[in-house]
């Protein structure tokens, strides 16, 4: 059977901005970082205009392929505060969220949120024992993914998504990573909104 994967997935500006400035509750892509997600919602949107569109079928394709495989989760609190908790989004499986602020185990549906304060390390073993032989997401923000790079710990691939945007400034996702990270290159996809990458992490 394959091995499970430990895997990054986030889409970035061609700059490598995961977000433009200003980012907050219910604008967690910042100032001018809706284009990011075009991919997502079918088309442009703002976070004053939400889309009335479905993605375009390959980006839908290559999303369904990578949550098929996902058992578990791995995210920073800034995330889970960002997202406002995701409100309603049963993920269906559970998600550890790295925090230095302890709340409660969240339980939500299917989705338990787990909020530990350990390390990255840590975070991705339990991950890993609760995907069962699943993968495990590492989804963000970009401190969690700089340090899940860093780290190095396990089979770990790399999916950045490139959306065709220079932001020139935000939320910079490759820094402090403790050196070069030598990538195989294992697929790429692209749509008009976005170019879905795949890396193997070899070093």
Do not use: N
Request: aromatic share 8%; with cysteine; charged share 20%.
């Amino acid at each position: 059977p394959t091995m499970a994967a430990v895997f990054v997935d986030i889409t970035m500006s061609l700059d490598g901005f995961v977000a433009g400035p200003g980012d907050a509750p219910g604008r967690g892509l910042g100032e001018g970082g809706e284009p990011l997600h075009y991919w997502v919602m079918g088309g442009p949107w703002t976070y004053d205009t939400p889309p009335t569109t479905q993605p375009a079928a390959v980006d839908q394709a290559v999303s369904d392929r990578t949550q098929a495989r996902v058992g578990a989760e791995v995210m920073g609190r800034r995330v889970y505060d960002l997202s406002e908790g995701w409100g309603d989004t049963d993920f269906g499986h559970e998600c550890f969220v790295l925090t230095h602020r302890p709340r409660p185990v969240d339980v939500r549906g299917a989705t338990t949120f787990h909020f530990i304060e350990t390390d990255i390390t840590d975070a991705v073993q339990r991950a890993l024992s609760a995907a069962a032989g699943k993968d495990v997401l590492v989804m963000g923000g970009a401190d969690v993914i700089q340090q899940a790079l860093a780290a190095r710990a396990g089979r770990r691939r790399h999916q950045p998504r490139r959306a065709p945007i220079l932001l020139g400034t935000g939320r910079r996702v490759f820094d402090h990573l403790g050196g070069p990270v030598t990538l195989a290159p294992t697929g790429v996809v692209a749509s008009p909104f976005v170019t879905h990458l795949q890396y193997r992490i070899v070093k």
